[in-house]
């Protein structure tokens, strides 16, 4: 399968190592409106470059554009690729409005071609152990899930001076302006739609808790840099899901099933660490600690792995992965979708699926302007 990168700002680096994972796929070339940006992703990676998008739809050979633009240019470029008759790999979110969503599905359906979504983490090896454990039926009915993507005060870091591979700046306004929530919760949704299906109702909260976010920030409109949702599944399941800009990182997913529990350590690695503990008695170390924390009267700040450690099964099926804190196999989802176009069949996260991510998305982002609880009009 041909594929053509459309954007080659940040995120296209994580697609170009992840390429080496998949032989099934070749790069016919890319293109970004930003002509130097362009320069320096096509001499870094030494691939070929087209002069304009209209020259990148009419490449016959390519079979997927994938849709690496900016959030508020992914309804226009995906519409643009589907009319061209391409299939669609787009980066997170869809769109910015549901109705532009649900539309391009409508569009890549009514023409007979698969718009798929990122992110593919929820494609990674962790992922496939934990639904693995969940399917055994070892570990009971799922009951309540903790998720969490929150990436830190970054706007307190050095984020002006981050580059990508190939030189590109990390987009630290446009992040503040788009917000963590439409550029984070998909890591956590995908995963959470994906073992538990769809949800019925969603509650939440959101908020600009920070509007000053340093130099260079002040007369930018700030999305909300905080969110939380509490997620109710039609299978039964009830979530937390939290993103955020403030707090400290972390990117875990804790199920709490009738028997026992899981803990993943980190959504963002292909191969996270993955805890399973009982409901009997804790653990040997954790009774100990206890009793040192009684003994001594206050808490102490380290704390034991929650259980013992889930083996993998197999070799790990991505060998090359960015460097931390993003390990995931970004261009698994691009594959995922070829696969499924030579078979027949649809790719896993596209159509009904990606329409529902983007639209709790969506949902969890503007909370302030939605009626609460927010019952989605998406399925699948």
């Known amino acids: 399968m041909k594929i053509a990168l459309v954007g080659t700002g940040f995120v296209a680096d994580y697609y170009m190592t992840t390429l080496a994972n998949h032989p099934e796929l070749t790069l016919a070339g890319v293109w970004d409106r930003n002509a130097t940006r ?8 030494n691939v070929p470059a087209y002069p304009d998008l209209d020259a990148v739809l009419a490449d016959a050979s390519v079979g997927i554009v994938v ?19 391409k299939h669609v790999y787009c980066e997170k979110p869809l769109a910015m409005e549901f109705a532009q969503a649900e539309a391009v599905v409508a569009q890549a359906a009514a023409a007979g071609l698969t718009l798929a979504a990122a992110p593919a983490n929820g494609l990674s090896d962790a ?57 984070h919760a998909g890591y956590a949704l995908s995963w959470l739609v994906s073992l538990f299906g769809p949800v019925e109702s969603l509650t939440a909260f959101s908020a600009v808790t920070f509007p000053d976010k340093g130099p260079g920030t002040e007369h930018i409109v700030m999305a909300p840099d905080f969110s939380v949702g509490c997620l109710s599944f039609r299978s039964g399941v009830v979530a937390r899901l939290t993103n955020g800009l403030c707090a400290p990182r972390d990117r875990s997913l804790q199920i709490f099933a009738e028997k ?46 929650p259980g013992r450690r889930l083996p993998y099964p197999s070799q790990p099926t991505s060998k090359a992965l960015p460097r931390f804190p993003s390990q995931i196999d ?38 302030r302007d939605l009626p609460q609880p927010y019952r989605p009009k998406s399925s699948f």
């Open 38 to 45: 362009l320069a320096a992703f096509r001499s870094f990676h």
């Open 67 to 85: 849709n690496l633009t900016t959030p508020e240019s992914h309804y226009e470029i995906t519409s643009r690729a589907l009319a061209a008759g």
């Open 127 to 183: 992922q496939r152990l934990v639904a693995e454990a969940l399917g055994s039926g070892s570990i009971g009915a799922p009951r309540l899930v903790y998720a969490a993507m929150e990436d830190g005060a970054v706007f307190r870091d050095k984020w002006a001076s981050w580059r990508s591979r190939s030189g590109a700046p990390w987009p630290g306004l446009h992040e503040f302006e788009i917000g963590c929530t439409l550029e």
């Open 260 to 305: 026992a529990s899981l803990t993943v350590r980190d959504l963002w690695d292909n191969r996270s660490a993955v805890y399973i503990e009982g409901t009997g008695a804790p653990p040997l170390l954790t009774r100990l600690l206890a009793r040192t924390e009684a003994k001594l009267g206050r808490a102490l700040p380290w704390k034991p792995a």
């Open 330 to 367: 970004f261009m698994r989802g691009v594959a995922d979708q070829a696969e499924a176009i030579a078979r027949g069949d649809a790719p896993r996260f596209s159509g009904a699926l990606a329409l529902h991510i983007t639209e709790l998305a969506l949902a969890l982002n503007n909370a």
